[in-house]
Nanobody
Framework: VQLQAFGGGLVQAGGSLRLSCTAA????????MGWFRQAPGKEREFVSH????????YYSDSVKGRFTISRDNAKKRVYLQMNSLKPEDTAVYFC????????????WGQGTQVTVSS
């Protein structure tokens, strides 16, 4: 299963971006999904999670109130709307599918770079 995250780019602090995650097959429409990020020299960190139905979401404290995760199972896509971006949000963002345990996902995609300038 290959997941693909896209929608990253360069944005000024305070700006917004919307990331999307897609995959071939039924993976997204049958899985709980997550977003993670990894900044240079840092470990990968959890950003957000959404249940299969979309009724349950979780966010890290660092993005709560600024980021919104959503999904469209018919379109087989998961989104991460990022508002009020800060330079510390700069990282490669990854989507992940099929939750196996706490913050453990079976499938991972290639990331998309998000750079926030001050």
């Amino acid at each position: 299963v290959q997941l693909q995250a896209f929608g990253g780019g360069l944005v000024q602090a305070g700006g917004s971006l919307r990331l999307s995650c897609t995959a071939a097959g039924r993976t997204i429409s049958t899985s709980a999904m997550g977003w993670f990020r990894q900044a240079p020299g840092k470990e990968r960190e959890f950003v957000s999670h959404i249940s299969l139905s979309g009724s349950t979401t979780y966010y890290s404290d660092s993005v709560k109130g600024r980021f919104t995760i959503s999904r469209d199972n018919a379109k087989k896509r998961v989104y991460l709307q990022m508002n009020s971006l800060k330079p510390e949000d700069t990282a490669v963002y990854f989507c992940a599918a099929d939750l196996m345990g706490p913050l453990q996902y079976r499938y991972w995609g290639q990331g998309t770079q998000v750079t926030v300038s001050s």
